[in-house]
């Protein structure tokens, strides 16, 4: 079992930068992958970028070049920095972890979610 807190979220001005933080705890072994997802007001929840194991990584298109995902084993973290904020970025922005379970069989954790807002 997994257990995910997210943090840093925020309200932001347009162009300004914010960082997500996903700190995970539990069996930390049997993640895959974590990712972060995000749902705005109107919108159904959609993958922003994700992380594998191995460190390669997946963005959704509409971020890449502003947003980056990356982690510190460390401290069992995973972080999401996001540069050049639009106000389409607003959103509850939600940590995912993928948990393997067998080889073939996975199971989903997510966190709480975090409050994204830019607005001038």
């Known amino acids: 079992q997994v257990q995910l807190v997210e943090s840093g979220g925020g309200l932001v001005q347009p162009g300004g930068s914010l960082r997500l933080s996903c700190a995970a705890s539990g069996t930390i072994v049997n993640i895959a992958a974590m990712g972060w997802y995000r749902q705005g007001p109107e919108t159904q929840r959609e993958l922003v970028a994700t992380i594998r194991s191995a460190g390669i990584t997946n963005y959704k298109d509409s971020v890449k070049g502003r947003f980056t995902i990356s982690r510190d084993n460390a401290k069992n973290t995973v972080y999401l920095q996001m540069n050049s904020l639009k106000p389409e970025d607003t959103a509850v922005y939600y940590c995912?972890?993928?948990?393997?379970?067998?080889?073939?069989?996975?199971?989903?954790?997510w966190g709480q979610g975090t409050q994204v807002t830019v607005s001038s």
């Open positions: 995912q972890a993928d948990y393997k379970i067998t080889p073939v069989i996975y199971q989903d954790f």
